[in-house]
């Protein structure tokens, strides 16, 4: 179930972030990224809260070098990368602790 689970997740990101993507929305890639990363982590910890935390962790790094590096900190990417986080790892316990009380 996990290796069904992290394909799942990884074929998402392929298909919404870049290869042959047919939504070009930059917050559509940051909730995307972060669903699949926050889902990937959940089944493979069995912690997802954990999992959320390091996600949005990870949004919030990458916000962090785009205001010192890149196009500026921008609230509405953090705000995706949350709801993407916790849309991931919600959908993975649900899915995981499901066939795996």
């Known amino acids: 179930m996990r290796f069904r689970i992290c394909i799942a997740s990884l074929v998402f990101v392929m298909f ?3 290869c042959g ?5 930059d917050k559509w ?3 995307a990224f972060s ?3 926050s889902s990937v982590a959940t089944v493979t910890t069995s912690e997802p809260v954990e999992s959320m935390v390091f996600t949005v962790g990870l949004g919030l790094t990458k916000e962090i070098i ?3 590096l890149g196009s500026g900190f921008q609230v509405t990417d953090l705000v995706a990368d949350v709801v993407g986080a916790m849309t991931g ?4 316990a649900g899915i995981y602790m499901e066939e795996f009380p």
């Open 35 to 37: 669903a699949s990363v």
């Open 89 to 92: 790892s919600v959908a993975a």
């Open 16 to 18: 919404t972030c870049g």
């Open 21 to 25: 993507s047919f939504v070009a929305s």
């Open 29 to 31: 890639n940051h909730f």
């Open 66 to 68: 785009d205001s010192l």
